[in-house]
């Protein structure tokens, strides 16, 4: 049975009171919103600061557990020095057990700086550039070889050269065995002075099936 309501057969009194009911209907809508609203930052606080409690809890144990490691592992690095003359600068190490099962590696995060004389070197190599082009000309290898050493050399978004294109680029000019260019990396290369910032551990082991797994830690952010 349809109830259809012609509002032309309302009287003003009865269009009155249906107004007052239309409003309060709204205006009861818009009350159980504020309070599902209130509601919800209610819960979200309450769930923000339990997860937020449980959080330092866990990485307060991180910190313990990583300082630990790094204690424990001490002798250990201390003996791969003096036996195998590894790098004092050296920004990270690896233990693998001699079945290969385990790896564990201890590491240290930098950013890349360097020194005022990191120009220097770049502009011997602008000035060598200058005078093979001038010696000879468009050579397409020429062309080749200084594209490739100034894409090296490209700074990141923050204007900063990477440590990891320069010892590449180290490696390409020593191939190619011009002795100016060498000198010229090189001056580039002694030039990093590397910021280091947080330590980190990483743990790898293999799987029942021999499939290498990475332990699900997160150190790099405490301590």
Not at 44 to 69: A, G, P, Q, W
Not at 108 to 136: C, M, P, Y
């Amino acid at each position: 049975m349809e109830n259809n309501l012609n509002l032309d057969k309302l009287t003003p009194e009865q269009l009155d009171e249906l107004q007052v009911q239309i409003e309060a209907r709204k205006k009861q809508k818009e009350e159980l919103r504020k309070s599902e609203v209130s509601n919800y930052f209610i819960i979200r606080d309450e769930t923000i600061k339990k997860v937020f409690e449980k959080l330092t809890r866990v990485n307060s144990d991180l910190e313990i557990i990583k300082k630990e490691v790094f204690d424990e592992f001490g002798a250990v690095l201390n003996l791969k020095k003096e036996l195998f003359k590894t790098k004092e600068d050296q920004f990270s190490d690896t233990f693998t057990t001699n079945d290969g099962k385990i790896t564990i590696i201890l590491g240290q995060n930098t950013i890349d700086r360097w020194d005022e004389t990191v120009s220097a070197g770049i502009d011997k190599i602008n000035e060598h550039f200058k005078k093979l082009i001038e010696e000879r000309g468009n050579d397409k290898d020429v062309t080749f070889f200084i594209n490739m050493v100034r894409d090296l050399l490209k700074p990141n978004k923050d204007g900063v050269l990477k440590a990891s294109r320069v010892l590449d680029l180290e490696k390409r000019v020593e191939e190619h065995g011009d002795q100016e260019l060498i000198d010229a990396v090189k001056i580039i290369r002694d030039s990093h002075r590397p910021d280091r910032t947080s330590t980190y551990v990483k743990a790898i082991y293999k799987d029942a099936n021999g499939i290498k797994q990475n332990l699900g830690l997160s150190m790099s952010s405490v301590g």
